[in-house]
């Protein structure tokens, strides 16, 4: 096993750029299942008397390189183990490939997401389920392309925002440790900004990545605000200031590549439309066709006189309480 390694932050700029978040030249220790702490004899030797190491001798010290490939492989880890620096630096080869085992293998969590969150719109997305009678299962579901953009939506959701809404439930991986220690570090000493944290524990969509049918409630990033500035001798330039001056502004807006044609944010979805497709049980997602619904009755096994068809709508509380494997 691992214990506590310590780390050093250098050299990034004092600014909400992407690029850092923690103070620069500050100190931290990391346990095995990634709770982060501010550097201290006192938090190295509380970690280490918890692993019941009595003997520093029976202690090794190492340093590692790390690269794209380590970082790969901790990300993987963060959602399947509870050692990631362990699996990352001592085990790399010893990972499960993500999967289907993967993840049946968790504990399914069903995040209790505060009502408050969804759209107040009641939104119901229509879909046409096609059950098996006898297994009481879903075998597939004929559905249209909004409900589609839906599901694609839930690949653009923050991780951070999923981890604020479990509200300190535990997950298969390391995910809660290390939302909790980013909770417990002090702003002031450790991060950059105040709203350096803020980005971490309550993230938001990436721009552009929003839809009008997103039901969560999640908010999106937004742009800088953009203008066309005429001086007082009549030529024109591009602006980013927040209020920038001259004889003549023009507040641009950014439009969403979505929906080129339209304005604002959030407009536009992921697929074609209209469109309509099959998704399976497992969330395989493809055009419908005339043999595609044959096919998976077939894989499954299920004859039709067992077919029940059923229709349903989706809105914000079946959303909601869509269960998350982490």
């Keep these: 096993m691992i214990v506590p390694a310590k780390v050093d932050t250098i050299g990034a700029k004092d600014s909400i750029d992407g690029k850092a978040f923690a103070k620069e030249f500050t100190r931290f220790v990391i346990s095995d299942e990634l709770q982060v702490m501010p550097s201290s004899p006192a938090a190295s030797f ?14 090794e010290e190492r340093v590692f390189n790390i690269g ?5 492989h901790l990300l993987k880890s ?11 630096f001592l085990r790399p080869k010893e990972l499960p490939d993500f999967g289907k085992k993967t993840f049946q293998a968790s504990s399914v969590i069903r995040h209790q997401l505060i009502r408050e969150n969804a759209r107040k719109e009641n939104v119901k997305i229509y879909a046409r389920l096609f059950l098996s009678k006898s297994k009481k299962r879903v075998c597939y579901a004929e559905v249209g392309d909004d409900f589609v953009d839906l599901l694609f939506s839930f690949l653009t959701i923050p991780v951070g925002f999923i981890m604020k809404e479990m509200n300190g ?3 298969k991986g390391c995910l809660d440790y290390l939302y909790k220690s980013i909770m417990d570090l002090d702003s002031e ?7 350096h944290k803020e980005i971490l524990l309550s993230p938001k969509i990436a721009l552009d990545f929003g839809h009008e049918k997103q039901l969560l409630g999640v908010e999106e990033a937004s742009h800088q605000q953009y203008s066309y500035v005429f001086d007082y001798s009549g030529k024109g ?3 980013m200031d927040n209020e920038p001056s001259g004889k003549r502004v023009i507040a641009l807006t950014v439009k969403d590549p979505k929906s080129p044609n339209k304005k604002g944010k959030a407009c536009g979805g992921f697929v074609m439309k209209p469109a309509t497709f ?4 497992d969330l395989i997602v493809t055009p419908i066709s005339l043999v595609s619904g044959t096919s998976i009755l077939n894989k499954l096994n299920v004859p039709f006189n067992d077919i ?6 989706v809105g914000n509380e079946e959303v909601i309480d869509t269960p998350i494997c982490f």
């Design 46 to 59: 509380s970690l280490i008397s918890k692993l019941g190491i009595m003997d520093m001798s029976s202690t």
């Design 189 to 195: 000493k450790y991060f950059r900004t105040n709203g």
């Design 78 to 88: 963060l959602f399947v183990s509870k050692f990631p620096l362990t699996e990352t």
């Design 169 to 171: 439930a535990h997950s």
């Design 278 to 281: 099959t998704v399976t049980d």
């Design 308 to 313: 029940e068809e059923r229709v349903v709508y």
């Design 237 to 239: 330039r591009f602006s």
């Design 68 to 72: 794209f490939d380590e970082v790969l």
